[in-house]
């Protein structure tokens, strides 16, 4: 790995104070930028970071050879577009942003030459946010996506692979920024449709009287960030709506096999979902 | 409670085998009924029952006060229709089936004068099946509901929410039958029917590598029995078909606000989505 082990997280929130955490724990010394004085604070007083700056200073930067965008999509670019000229020559960028082919040609477009970024997707987190929620925990086992694009280096994949390995992710995939959006509209983004709508669209005090697990269990992430989701949605449009369409049609599939009453229809797409369902089993 | 404290569970597996775990630890005397020897045999094995009988004797059911039916609606049905002479006289009958208009009005009327059944729906369980998967921790907190019906007397549902109390059970409600089937289509019928669909309507060997833990939330129930929900179903049809149908409107309605870009109605959902969805926390 990186010998001089020195890492600046931009955006200390639920992920990026996770981050910090863990590559603590590792042995790195991490920095981090984030405007709001409070989250470095709190960061140091935790001891998840080494030092931090709530102002985007070019010496802080330039000291960093390993830099992880935290931040919302359209901030970090606005962020990249401010900045790019504050980075070390040599610097690899990497980010964890839930959209890519929005953001990711446009931050290497701005990039000046010798400054190198690969984008990836930690496929980790939780309903909470902010630093003050942060865990290591989250990362155990969890799944890493990393999309490069041709202006990537062979070996920055490699390192940002190892660096994903280090940190205990568990299975790590390299796929491309247009099939990481349209898997990710759909293990995702149309995760969180679902569970936004089954929240919106019957309430009563008392419902909550009733339910089981599986209704908390699919509601869990109802509890959302609305500006951070919106934006996400918003940049991803195309394939979320076509998601949202594949699933309806199947849902209405399954409609349709009640209302008829036919319950080998039923049953067969019930043993489809059992058997498709095995794989997802977490390994950690 | 009950002073002779003997209860007799029709059904041994994963909610009849969890009723006899729970009960057997409260100090009741439990006896059981299952048509397969090797669960009869399991449970006296692990101690979750004091007898057991895997044939349908007069004998042995005349003795019990309290006999909890833990079987698939149909098969409970068909077991009142051809057993129900074989109750003492003054027993309470009770069951554990996810389905009530089809089934306590025809089960009441099935019964001798003088042996009493109240419906009753313990909201737990799990996405495994059997009475080797059995575990009493389920009803820790978990919501309980009861659904008398004209038929029934004050005390024998004061009884029925004593008892559920007295196993762990958190809220207790005392609803209709017809409202009961119809919650019950929204909180837990819909939510099977959207896991089945998620796991139907895309499939890849890979895609477990990129998903989140939001998704095998939402999906963990798709691991499903067949044989009974597709029974639950169809039991339920008309207001589960009401629900998917309300359901499918609120989804595509943020559907319509991802593809106009209508960023401030997506918001609007994502705020009423996690004020309501606070309320489903479970407290145990």
Not at 59 to 80: H, N, S
Not at 106 to 133: C, D, R, W, Y
Not at 251 to 270: S, T, W
Request: aromatic fraction near 10%.
């Amino acid at each position: 790995m990186n010998t001089n082990k020195k890492v600046l997280i931009v955006g200390l929130g639920l992920i990026g104070g996770s981050y910090a955490t863990r590559l603590t724990e590792l042995g790195y010394e991490v920095g981090a930028i984030d405007l709001n004085p409070q989250s470095i604070e709190y960061a140091l007083n935790k001891g998840i970071i080494a030092h931090g700056n709530s102002q985007v200073e070019k010496d802080y930067i330039a000291q960093f050879d390993l830099i992880v965008f935290a931040l919302y999509p359209k901030t970090f670019i606005k962020w990249i577009e401010q900045y790019s000229r504050y980075f070390k020559k040599g610097a690899i960028l990497t980010d964890v942003t839930g959209v890519k082919s929005t953001v990711v040609y446009k931050v290497q477009e701005l990039l000046p030459k010798g400054v190198e970024f690969i984008g990836a997707h930690p496929m980790a987190g939780t309903e909470n946010s902010g630093v003050s929620n942060s865990t290591s925990k989250i990362f155990n086992g969890a799944n890493f996506i990393i999309t490069p694009t041709e202006r990537n280096q062979k070996e920055t994949v490699e390192f940002c692979s190892q660096l994903a390995k280090e940190m205990g992710f568990g299975k790590i995939s390299v796929i491309s920024p247009k099939v990481h959006d349209e898997i990710i509209g759909f293990l995702s983004q149309l995760a969180h449709c679902i569970a936004i709508s089954l929240m919106c669209c019957k309430q009563s005090e008392e419902l909550s009287y009733y339910s089981g697990d599986s209704f908390r269990d699919l509601t869990r992430i109802a509890k959302i960030n609305d500006k951070m989701w919106s934006e996400l949605f918003l940049l991803n449009k195309t394939a979320l709506v076509e998601q949202i369409d594949k699933f309806t049609k199947t849902l209405n599939q399954l409609r349709e096999y009640i209302e008829l009453g036919d319950e080998e229809g039923m049953r067969e797409m019930m043993r489809t979902s059992t058997q498709n369902r095995i794989k997802f089993d977490k390994k950690d």
